[in-house]
């Protein structure tokens, strides 16, 4: 997998945000461990945890919007390489 940034820094294993296909799978890891998916519903974009079914920082109208959020909970998020 690779991490997405949302600011550029130097990495090989990294991709810039503006690069990143909406319609691919994005993951959500916290602590090096999977902790959700980011995922399109019918009221926005929210990051859903995985095993209880619940949402972290609600919905938003924009994928970046989403992914900025939820700063504060030291998310890194992942599409596969």
């Known amino acids: 997998m690779r991490k997405i940034l949302l600011t550029k820094q130097s990495d090989e294993k990294t991709v810039l945000f503006c690069d990143v296909n909406q319609y691919d799978p994005i993951f959500?890891?916290?602590?090096?461990?999977?902790?959700?998916m980011v995922v399109k519903e019918d009221r926005g974009w929210i990051i859903r945890l995985g095993g209880d079914n619940t949402?972290?920082?609600g919905f938003h109208k924009s994928l970046l919007g989403c992914l900025q959020s939820a700063v504060d909970h030291k998310?890194?998020?992942y599409i596969e390489d």
């Open 55 to 57: 949402g972290s920082a």
């Open 75 to 77: 998310y890194e998020y």
């Open 28 to 36: 959500v890891k916290c602590n090096n461990r999977l902790a959700g």
